[in-house]
Nanobody, 124 residues
């Protein structure tokens, strides 16, 4: 069983940047597609980005395309989300997760092993 721990969240001003990290333990994630989601208060968990095994393929939600970049370091068992040009509407708890059946998938039902999340607040 893999455990995921997100970190790197915090308070940032509009237009600012943050880099989120997702540390995996328990087993290697090098054979798994990985994804990032977020959940704002009273809203459903929203897909943001996913990355293939080697990192060669990525896919983004329209809401973050061009602003967020997903990456991974399989040697370190880590996944990252670089977030630029942040907006107040990006405020949410951010989660990473594994897509056990692989592929570019966006539904949260296709993911498991959710971490505890890291809070991102964009405000002046």
């Amino acid at each position: 069983q893999v455990q995921l721990v997100e970190s790197g969240g915090g308070l940032v001003q509009p237009g600012g940047s943050l880099r989120l990290s997702c540390a995996a333990s328990g087993r290697s994630i090098s054979s798994a597609f990985m994804g990032w989601f977020r959940q704002a208060p009273e809203k459903d968990r929203e897909f943001l980005a996913t990355i293939s095994l080697s990192g060669g393929s990525t896919y983004y939600a329209d809401s973050v395309k061009g602003r967020f970049t997903i990456s991974r370091d399989n040697a370190k068992n880590m996944v990252y989300l670089q977030m630029n040009s942040l907006k107040p509407e990006d405020t949410a708890v951010y989660y990473c997760a594994i897509a056990p059946n692989g592929g570019i998938v966006t539904n949260k039902e296709n993911y498991n092993s959710w971490g505890q999340g890291t809070q991102v607040t964009v405000s002046s």
